[in-house]
T-cell receptor, first 114, second 109 residues
Framework: GENVEQHPSTLSVQEGDSAVIKCTYSDSASNYFPWYKQELGKRPQLIIDIRSNVGEKKDQRIAVTLNKTAKHFSLHITETQPEDSAVYFC?????????????FGTGTRLQVTL | GAVVSQHPSRVICKSGTSVKIECRSL??????MFWYRQFPKQSLMLMATSNEGSKATYEQGVEKDKFLINHASLTLSTLTVTSAHPEDSSFYIC?????FGSGTRLTVV
């Protein structure tokens, strides 16, 4: 089955700096890669996703890149703010059009300091 | 976007009792829902895929008789933790269409 690795496990940046989280996956059939933000005790919230037919996607301060050949994808957050502090999870799946069985990475705890 | 509702948000039960958790899709029909389990400071681990009108598909290592899943309608899937024990204490969360319910924190005493 799919195996997703995520690094780093913790990341501390100063407000205004950029943060980068990297993930690798094992199943070349995976074609959908969402990123989730989870605050303590709350549900994961989808912040951005990318499909395998695209190499990069950007939404304001958040961007995701995908390298299918190397089977890795990354989350980039620019101009970080304290409210960006949370745990971020990458995931991989084979998207069927209606449902995705997600395999999650181990998570990255991002701390944005003033 | 999709909206998924999950109840209860917290439950404390005695060891040996059963607990039912409900997951509802509010504005769409979900033929497939997923149940995950998350231990403190850990990632989400898929437990099973809930299929409307048929048996759930369980991941390796998940006891189907322990974690009963019923997906009787297109908007509701339930997870029942049977004969709960302290080691079953965890955060259980469902998803549909890549949106998650609010999760259920189960504490077995």
């Amino acid at each position: 089955g799919e195996n997703v690795e995520q690094h780093p496990s913790t990341l501390s940046v100063q407000e205004g700096d950029s943060a980068v989280i990297k993930c690798t996956y094992s199943d070349s059939a995976s074609n959908y890669f969402p990123w989730y933000k989870q605050e303590l005790g709350k549900r994961p919230q989808l912040i951005i996703d990318i499909r395998s037919n695209v190499g990069e996607k950007k939404d304001q301060r958040i961007a995701v890149t995908l390298n299918k050949t190397a089977k890795h994808f990354s989350l980039h957050i620019t101009e970080t703010q304290p409210e960006d502090s949370a745990v971020y999870f990458c995931a991989a799946s084979i998207y069927t059009g209606t449902a995705s069985k997600l395999t999650f990475g181990t998570g990255t705890r991002l701390q944005v300091t003033l | 976007g999709a909206v998924v509702s999950q109840h209860p948000s917290r439950v404390i039960c005695k060891s040996g009792t059963s607990v039912k958790i409900e997951c509802r899709s509010l504005d769409f029909q979900a033929t497939t829902m997923f149940w995950y389990r998350q231990f403190p400071k850990q990632s989400l681990m898929l437990m099973a895929t809930s299929n409307e009108g048929s048996k759930a598909t369980y991941e390796q290592g998940v006891e189907k008789d322990k974690f009963l899943i019923n997906h009787a309608s297109l908007t509701l899937s339930t997870l029942t933790v049977t004969s709960a024990h302290p080691e079953d204490s965890s955060f259980y969360i469902c998803s549909a269409r890549d949106d998650f319910g609010s999760g259920t924190r189960l504490t077995v005493v």
